[in-house]
Nanobody
């Protein structure tokens, strides 16, 4: 079955960097766009970033543009999220998702994401 396992979260200070990874199995990874979402305590889930299957196009939420970079390694079936200049408002559980709907860019609502990981917690202290 399809599995997505995130890693790389942790407790950091404002201004620090983290690199999240999402290792996938059970699907033909190179055929799908991938995305990262996050959910802060007491808040709605929000879109963070997406990358198309060919690694040609990316899309970012305005709140992370210029600080976060999404990338993928199709040979390793893994998608990454490099997070720089972290802010306390970046504190959230970060989850990766597979776009099985196939429309670019993926919908920020998360509609069309057929598979989700359980997430990894990122905590940014001030």
């Amino acid at each position: 079955q399809v599995q997505l396992v995130e890693s790389g979260g942790g407790l950091v200070q404002a201004g620090d960097s983290l690199r999240l990874s999402c290792a996938t199995s059970g699907l033909t990874f190179r055929m799908y766009a991938m995305a990262w979402f996050r959910q802060a305590p007491g808040k709605e889930r929000e879109f963070v970033a997406a990358i198309d299957r060919r690694d040609d196009n990316t899309k970012y939420a305005d709140s992370v543009k210029g600080r976060f970079t999404i990338s993928r390694d199709n040979a390793k079936n893994t998608v990454y999220l490099q997070m720089n200049s972290l802010k306390p408002e970046d504190t959230a559980v970060y989850s990766c998702a597979v776009d099985t709907f196939g429309e670019w860019p993926p919908k920020a609502s998360g509609y069309g994401m057929g598979f989700w990981g359980k997430g990894t917690l990122v905590t940014v202290s001030s």
